[in-house]
């Protein structure tokens, strides 16, 4: 199968306006040099899963998405701090609801899992990065027991005065062409929740 052929993904919780606002103006510190700025059309969200997908599979893909979305309510996300990493992120506690709808989305893209991804199957992505090994071992390293999802906000932001719990309502689930350092600009589809 050629490379060509396949496309990273990632299935994610899309932020309401006013959580989005916040991670913009927290994004707005960030290091340009070394991550993307959400002024340039980047999405900030919280990742249900990653994988591949076969091209010709992702019309298939996007009619089970919606059914499976469309059973769920929208889920209640606790954000609980701003941590620091490689990225900056948002901290979220993992309730069932979301661990549950985290399920359902992974086991959809597990079944049309394309294998092992490359640099090439990445949107905007010039090089390979530690990003392609983070999506290859998605299923072992962050997936089903071990997923602990986050808000990436950049890289080198400076911490801002914020009165944690943050609690809110993602307002869809979309899927993207995962990009570069895992962001969401390629907007594939975009679902609501019952």
Do not use: R
Not at 61 to 88: H, M, Q
Not at 100 to 113: A, C, E, P
């Amino acid at each position: 199968m050629q490379n060509q052929e396949k496309i990273s993904i990632d299935v994610v919780l899309l932020l309401p306006e006013n959580i989005n606002k916040i991670c913009k103006e927290l994004n707005k510190e960030s290091d340009k040099k070394d991550y993307v700025s959400f002024e340039d059309g980047y999405n900030p969200h919280l990742t249900l899963g990653m994988g591949s997908i076969l091209i010709k599979d992702i019309d298939n893909f996007k009619n089970e998405l919606k059914i499976i979305v469309g059973k769920f309510e929208s889920p209640e996300v606790k954000i609980t701090s701003l941590g620091a990493g490689k990225y900056n992120h948002f901290s979220l506690e993992v309730s069932d609801e979301l661990k549950n709808i985290h399920t359902y989305v992974f086991d959809l893209i597990q079944k049309y899992n394309a294998g092992i991804v490359a640099k090439e199957n990445f949107y905007e992505m010039k090089e390979h990065g530690s990003l392609v090994d983070w999506v290859n071992n998605f299923k072992m390293n962050s997936a089903y027991e071990n997923y602990h999802p986050h808000i990436t906000l950049g890289i080198g932001i400076k911490e801002m005065l914020l009165a944690f719990p943050i609690i809110f309502k993602p307002k869809s689930v979309g899927f993207f062409h995962l990009g570069v350092h895992g962001t969401c600009k390629k907007l594939l589809g975009n679902f609501d929740f019952k």
